[in-house]
């Protein structure tokens, strides 16, 4: 079963899909920030006060999903996948055992996804690299035109971040924008603190999806 799960992790086609995600999740969730606030500030059917209210709740909420997003999900969760596939999974692969952390790894596949000449360069004017760059992964850059970009691994990140988009989006992030949201619209003075709901309620019924 492990071997079906590594062939699965492997394929490129899993690594395209979270690029494709993440890629895909950061521009839509920007242009609602942006397009549904301005969509609101333009209907004319609903009060200025209300149109004021419901822009700057929807920009908050959307700009609260892309921030928890791309600071906290990707991250959190690509990291956490490598080293929970190392210590577990996959701790008898050897390719784990090459890098410390997904850091390392995602240093060295960037300088894989270069041509030769540019890694070379790279590696002669940047020493950080040098501290992990061990078990011959150096002399892979250096030498081969299309050093090992080790599938497995790449593979198991991704599937991490696809993970974290879909907790992060569906439940984190609005959980944080019901905590973060109404505090910072009574600091901009659009909510007041002690105001009955009725009061705060909106005649705009808004999308709350990411």
């Given amino acids: 079963m492990i071997s079906a799960i590594a062939n699965g992790l492997s394929n490129s086609t899993l690594a395209n899909i979270?690029?494709?995600?993440?890629?895909?999740?950061?521009?839509?969730?920007?242009?609602?920030?942006?397009?549904?606030?301005g969509f609101i500030l333009i209907d004319n059917e609903i009060s200025p006060a209300t149109k004021k209210y419901a822009a700057a709740k929807e920009?908050?909420?959307?700009?609260?999903?892309?921030?928890?997003?791309?600071?906290?999900i990707?991250?959190?969760?690509?990291?956490g996948a490598f080293t929970l596939a190392k210590?577990?999974?996959?701790?008898?692969?050897?390719?784990?055992?090459?890098?410390?952390n997904a850091t390392e790894?995602?240093?060295?596949?960037?300088?894989?996804?270069?041509n030769i000449t540019n890694r070379r360069a790279t590696l002669m004017k940047d020493h950080s690299r040098d501290k992990f760059l061990h078990d011959g992964l150096r002399e892979d850059l250096t030498k081969n035109k299309n050093p090992e970009k080790y599938p497995l691994i790449k593979g198991t990140i991704e599937l991490g971040s696809l993970i974290g988009s879909v907790l992060g989006l569906a439940i984190l992030a609005p959980q944080i924008s019901h905590v973060t949201i109404h505090p910072?619209?009574?600091a901009l003075g659009l909510e007041k603190k002690d105001a009955p709901k009725t009061e705060q309620k909106n005649d705009v019924k808004l999308d709350k999806k990411a």
């Fill in 18 to 37: 979270a690029q494709n995600t993440t890629a895909s999740v950061s521009i839509e969730t920007t242009l609602k920030s942006i397009g549904r606030p």
């Fill in 59 to 72: 920009f908050l909420y959307q700009a609260t999903c892309l921030a928890v997003y791309l600071a906290l």
């Fill in 74 to 79: 990707t991250p959190v969760f690509k990291k």
């Fill in 87 to 100: 210590k577990t999974f996959f701790k008898n692969k050897p390719e784990f055992a090459k890098f410390k």
């Fill in 105 to 114: 790894y995602l240093d060295y596949h960037n300088l894989a996804s270069k």
């Fill in 184 to 186: 910072m619209l009574r």
